[in-house]
């Protein structure tokens, strides 16, 4: 049998690596790990009646929020709260960000952004969901209260970022920058072991996901990489297979294993696309790079993106580099044409 490694032994390994650092990030990271392992309680009784269905209010961008969105954020803030390394947090169910008051907080070098449960409307069909996370040192001074601008970072300056997919085994998979590594919850002794060491994204894979049913709504150049992705041709091992959870982390996921391209595209209804910059965007972009993968608005990188709001909106094409590159080459060329 393999040597069993935990999240934690994990994490004060790698602490190691980093002789002058305080130990807060590491601390933080177990934080989410125990968080997580929560949430996964909850999200596992979910079919269990009261838990179920819409909580009955809206979020900021006019969803209704289902009961496991709003307890899984109080369970990640409160950890956030009580930990000491967090000075305050942005997530995808509250409209302002959160400046933690505690003199304990205000000391905290970190801000975190995070989408607590995403892909929450597949809540109740027993599909997968996730936690996305990322993680900021602060602009402001320690000791005061977190303000806007340790929210609004690019995200190239992000510390560590990752997620939680809650899936039929639930794991965390998580990036400080220096290679991305994947850790699967063993529900008997209750830790998450290290299962995906070094996680490398394929250059090219053989899986789109897209929600084609918007495709009608989408730029030309969207709609000739989907023709492009169900050519017949062998040497390049077309046609793609088309699959879309509409879990975000899941699908994501599952590209990162086998190779693959998301795209959430601009459409004439979201001109914007859907999915958020900060804590849904950048976070994947992140683990994405640093397995080798490519993460776009379709021209730019993901993690140059200077944001300007909270709960900013961009198109996102993310997954196998030579996918996303080739995605990007189509847009380019329709954009020549319509000019
Ligand atoms: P959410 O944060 O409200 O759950 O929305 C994000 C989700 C992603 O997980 C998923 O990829 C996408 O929305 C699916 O959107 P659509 O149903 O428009 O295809
Ligand atoms: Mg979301």
Same mark, same amino acid.
């Given at each position: 049998?393999?040597?069993?490694?935990?999240?934690? !032994?994990?994490?004060?390994?790698?602490?190691?690596?980093?002789?002058?650092? %305080?130990? +807060?990030?590491?601390?933080? @990271?177990?934080?989410?790990? *125990?968080?997580?392992? *929560?949430?996964?309680?909850?999200?596992?009784?979910?079919?269990? #009646?009261?838990?179920?269905?819409?909580? $009955?209010?809206?979020?900021?961008? #006019?969803?209704?929020?289902?009961?496991?969105?709003?307890?899984?954020? !109080?369970?990640?803030?409160?950890?956030?709260?009580?930990?000491?390394?967090?000075?305050?947090?942005?997530?995808?169910?509250?409209? $302002?960000?959160?400046?933690?008051?505690?003199?304990?907080?205000?000391?905290?070098?970190?801000?975190?952004?995070?989408?607590?449960?995403?892909?929450?409307?597949?809540?109740?069909? /027993?599909?997968?969901? $996730?936690?996305?996370?990322?993680?900021?040192?602060?602009?402001?001074?320690?000791?005061?209260?977190?303000?806007?601008?340790?929210? @609004?970072?690019? #995200?190239?300056?992000?510390?560590?970022?990752?997620?939680?997919?809650?899936?039929?085994?639930?794991?965390?998979?998580?990036?400080? #920058?220096? &290679?991305? /590594? &994947?850790?699967?919850?063993?529900?008997? =002794?209750?830790?998450?072991?290290?299962?995906?060491?070094?996680?490398?994204?394929? !250059?090219?894979?053989? *899986?789109?996901?897209?929600?084609? $049913?918007?495709?009608?709504?989408?730029?030309?150049?969207?709609?000739?990489?989907?023709?492009?992705?169900?050519?017949?041709?062998?040497?390049?091992?077309?046609?793609?297979?088309?699959?879309?959870?509409? %879990?975000?982390?899941? +699908?994501?996921?599952? /590209?990162? =294993?086998?190779?693959?391209?998301?795209?959430?595209?601009?459409? %004439?209804?979201?001109?914007?696309?859907?999915?958020?910059?900060?804590?849904?965007?950048?976070?994947?972009?992140?683990?994405?790079?640093?397995?080798?993968?490519?993460?776009?608005?379709?021209?730019?990188?993901? @993690?140059?993106?200077?944001?300007?709001?909270?709960?900013?909106?961009?198109?996102?094409?993310?997954?196998?580099? /030579?996918?996303? !590159?080739?995605?990007?080459?189509?847009?380019?060329?329709?954009?020549?044409?319509?000019?």
């Amino acid at each position: 049998m393999r040597k069993i490694i935990t999240l934690s !032994e994990y994490i004060i390994d790698r602490q190691a690596d980093f002789p002058y650092a %305080s130990g +807060d990030l590491s601390r933080l @990271l177990s934080d989410i790990g *125990i968080a997580a392992k *929560i949430v996964n309680k909850q999200v596992n009784k979910a079919g269990l #009646g009261d838990i179920l269905g819409a909580h $009955g209010t809206e979020n900021i961008q #006019g969803e209704t929020q289902q009961k496991l969105d709003v307890i899984a954020d !109080e369970v990640f803030i409160n950890s956030f709260k009580n930990g000491g390394q967090v000075c305050g947090i942005a997530s995808e169910e509250n409209d $302002g960000y959160l400046a933690f008051e505690k003199d304990l907080c205000k000391k905290g070098k970190y801000v975190v952004l995070f989408d607590p449960l995403d892909g929450s409307s597949n809540i109740d069909v /027993n599909v997968s969901i $996730g936690t996305i996370f990322s993680i900021y040192r602060r602009t402001s001074s320690i000791g005061d209260l977190a303000n806007v601008n340790d929210f @609004l970072q690019v #995200g190239y300056e992000q510390a560590a970022a990752g997620y939680v997919v809650y899936g039929s085994s639930t794991m965390l998979v998580y990036s400080t #920058g220096h &290679g991305v /590594n &994947g850790f699967t919850l063993e529900p008997s =002794i209750g830790e998450f072991c290290l299962s995906h060491p070094n996680m490398q994204i394929p !250059e090219d894979g053989k *899986i789109y996901s897209i929600n084609e $049913g918007n495709l009608a709504m989408c730029e030309e150049g969207v709609k000739s990489y989907i023709d492009y992705c169900k050519e017949v041709d062998k040497q390049s091992n077309r046609p793609y297979s088309a699959r879309y959870i509409g %879990s975000l982390v899941a +699908d994501f996921h599952r /590209n990162l =294993i086998k190779g693959g391209i998301y795209i959430y595209p601009a459409t %004439s209804s979201a001109p914007n696309g859907k999915l958020r910059l900060l804590y849904e965007c950048n976070p994947l972009a992140f683990l994405a790079e640093q397995a080798g993968g490519v993460a776009t608005d379709g021209k730019q990188r993901i @993690l140059d993106i200077k944001p300007t709001e909270l709960h900013q909106r961009v198109p996102y094409y993310v997954g196998s580099k /030579n996918m996303v !590159e080739k995605a990007m080459e189509y847009l380019a060329e329709q954009e020549a044409v319509t000019k």
